[in-house]
């Protein structure tokens, strides 16, 4: 929920727990995907994933079937 809402917080909010525990699950999440604390933490890391999610989330809206012209 967390990765596909704009806001951390707003997701905690929704979920009604702490933010401060949200990121620390996805910092959990971060380090399990790729197996090191020091790789999850590097700031070059964190821009890259930020920029795949960003291409994701326009591939989906691309996905999106069109209307049909009037």
Do not use: C, F, H, N
């Amino acid at each position: 929920m967390a990765s596909e809402s704009r806001s951390t917080q707003a997701a905690a909010r929704q979920l009604g727990i702490s933010p401060k525990l949200l990121y620390r699950w996805q910092q959990a999440q971060l380090v399990a995907e790729v197996g090191s604390e020091e790789v999850a933490s590097d700031p070059e890391v964190r821009a890259l994933r930020a920029r795949l999610k960003r291409a994701e989330q326009e591939l989906d809206i691309l996905k999106k079937p069109w209307p049909a012209p009037a």
